[in-house]
């Protein structure tokens, strides 16, 4: 099976990079290319923990809000209260309707009072956020402007941005970021990203700087072992990253994702679902995302639902799942009912490999 390209898949100022790299995988995300796997996926992870990679993470599309009204409106977005966020900050934020249903997962950039990027995950924002800034007749910009992040991720990250931007940009706090000269361009850099490995995320404005910052940061990392990655499948399973469209869709609360600690309900005045959220706050979610174990030998691909049976009841399902080499186990991600979430708990799995038991963990394992 292979994909097939055509001009509504878009590529990214990377892909050059990413292509003489040697990809081997892609997945659609927001409709670009995601590159999957280069070496395999259990190469790609060992390396991913002891050296350092660079990711053409340019799917993360930014929904830019510029204006008075901004923060208004990103306030209305999310049920995390935003009124001590400051110039200069990452937050995570759940973007919800107003059912209090899971939108996006995006990490929210205030770049100014009156400016804001929204780094969003896969699934439609910007018409969300233009519609609701229309109908409230706020003063507010919503565009996706010509921005293009860049990772580079694993315990190495750190020296390598050194060499590039400086020890100032080493010395910022984790969900922080500031802007940087390189080759007379000033960049955001953020320390943050998708894996549990350390690092940062370079926002690249224009096409024309993505393969220059690209190569030189190539070339400046060869004595690191600096080689092309990706998010890795098993690594984000193991630490609790959450997949938007895999581990939690419109249907599931940020109370159900586990993602309670960013709902300010009371405080978050203005957010859209609020009332429905603070119902679900006081009454507690019925299902959660939990980690878990899972028996035997490697499962192979989870590409759909694999439900999750106690004897004859259906009590939920896992959504990500990867044979771990570091644990030895099959780590899983899943969706589980309140009555049988509890850690110890087993349960049965129908996976494409056949039924195993899958045990409910306390936590995840990074």
């Known amino acids: 099976m292979e994909l097939s390209l055509s001009r509504r898949l878009r590529r990214t100022p990377f892909s050059p990079g990413v292509e003489a790299a040697g990809v081997k995988g892609y997945t659609v995300y927001n409709r670009m290319l995601l590159p999957t796997v280069f070496e395999s996926v259990e190469a790609d992870y060992r390396h991913l923990k002891t050296n350092v990679q660079i990711w053409d993470v340019a799917v993360e599309r930014q929904v830019e809000l510029r204006g008075p009204d901004a923060g208004r409106l990103l306030q209305i977005l999310t049920p995390r209260d935003l009124r001590g966020m400051l110039p200069g900050q990452c937050y995570y934020i759940p973007v919800v309707d107003e059912t209090g249903g899971m939108l996006n997962d995006p990490v929210a950039l205030k770049l100014a009072e009156d400016r804001y990027w929204i780094s969003i995950a896969d699934s439609d924002l910007l018409l969300w956020v233009k519609a609701l800034g229309h109908a409230r007749q706020l003063e507010v910009s919503v565009e996706e402007p010509d921005v293009s992040p860049l990772a580079v991720q694993g315990p190495k990250a750190d020296t390598l941005i050194a060499r590039l931007f400086g020890d100032d940009a080493v010395a910022l706090r984790f969900f922080r970021f500031g802007f940087f000269q390189w080759e007379g361009r000033e960049l955001v850099v953020a320390r943050s990203g998708y894996s549990r490995q350390g690092g940062f995320e370079i926002y690249v404005e224009g096409a024309e700087l993505g393969m220059p910052l690209w190569d030189a940061l190539m070339t400046a990392g060869a004595d690191l072992g600096v080689r092309a990655g990706c998010p890795n499948l098993i690594e984000r399973i193991e630490g609790g990253l959450l997949s938007y469209g895999n581990d939690m869709t419109r ?65 939920g399902q896992i959504t990500s799942a990867a044979w771990s080499p570091d644990y030895q186990t099959n780590v899983a991600i899943g969706m589980v009912r309140l009555t049988h979430w509890d850690a110890g708990t087993e349960l049965l799995v129908e996976t494409q490999a056949g039924a195993r038991t899958a045990t409910v963990r306390g936590g995840f394992w990074i």
Not at 256 to 263: A, N, S
Not at 279 to 307: F, K, T, Y
């Open 251 to 315: 249907a599931n609360t940020p109370f159900e994702c586990g993602l309670g600690r960013f709902c300010n309900v009371e405080t978050a005045i203005g957010c859209l679902g609020r009332d429905a959220l603070m119902r679900v706050s006081m009454d507690g979610p019925i299902r959660q995302v939990r980690a878990l174990d899972i028996s035997g030998e490697p499962v192979g691909r989870c590409d759909r639902e694999w439900p999750l049976w106690a004897g004859n009841t259906r009590v």
